[in-house]
């Protein structure tokens, strides 16, 4: 199934200088969890991070973020971005989480580089994929949320067709469209902002492409959106 992702001016009237890096993987393999290099992989950005000490608000990349959501109007003390969010779990506990092996890969990758990944599972998505601004009052249903909840009027996210599939631009993803052990098609993306610079995007997409090429036997497409290129098929 063909995709296309796109981001609406008004994203880049709130956000200048965001770019997108999409990385659409096609023809996962089966997975068993726990895999074992992807685990090491994991523990290793995971203790990394506990080891250096650094506070999240002190590492440059989240200070970015932090500085490019403030500016678009996000209560970022209710709705941090999400690398600040899995940061501070890494900065305070020695021992990692984990969620399935593609999770687990692309978070390692988010502590790796202090910049943020979604993960959309691309059959469950359908045709498009829009990071936009909704009008409000659409029904989001958050990953670890009983229930679903209402989206305010303004906030920035991704939406699939009229469904929201995150909230708050960076904090937190729908069930909707979320991996599991049975997808076989994805697209990871990475937002960088002003303060991140070319080369760390770059740098990014070439951990993602690789890892999920090597590790999940996937065929990679890189694409990336800015404001003179908006929207692309992946």
């Known amino acids: 199934m063909s995709l296309t992702v796109s981001v609406s001016g008004e994203v880049f009237e709130r956000v200048p200088g965001l770019r997108l890096v999409v990385v659409a993987a096609r023809g996962i393999a089966s997975i068993p969890h726990p895999h074992l290099p992807v685990s090491l992989f994991w523990r290793d950005a995971w203790q990394k991070v506990f080891g250096a000490g650094l506070r999240p608000t002190e590492q440059p990349h989240i200070q970015a973020y932090r500085h490019a959501l403030k500016a678009a109007g996000i209560r970022i003390q209710e709705f941090p971005p999400a690398v600040e969010a ?41 045709s498009s994929l829009e990071l936009t601004v909704f009008e409000g009052g659409e029904t989001f249903h958050g990953l670890g949320r009983e229930m679903p909840e209402a989206v305010s009027t303004g906030e920035i996210g991704y939406r699939a067709g009229n469904t929201p599939l995150s909230r708050h631009f960076m904090w937190r993803q729908a069930r909707s469209a979320a991996l599991t052990k049975d997808t076989s098609n994805l697209i990871l993306i990475t937002e960088a902002v002003e303060g ?23 065929t990679v497409r890189v694409v990336q959106l800015d404001a003179t290129q908006p929207h692309a098929a992946v």
């Open 86 to 126: 899995i940061y501070r779990r890494a900065s305070k506990s020695s021992v990692p989480f984990s969620v399935s092996p593609l999770v687990d890969f692309y978070n390692a990758c988010t502590l790796n580089h202090a910049m943020p990944v979604a993960g959309f599972d691309v059959d469950r998505v359908g």
């Open 196 to 218: 991140v610079s070319h080369d760390a995007a770059m740098g990014m997409a070439d951990a993602l492409s690789k890892g999920v090429t090597r590790w999940f036997g996937a």
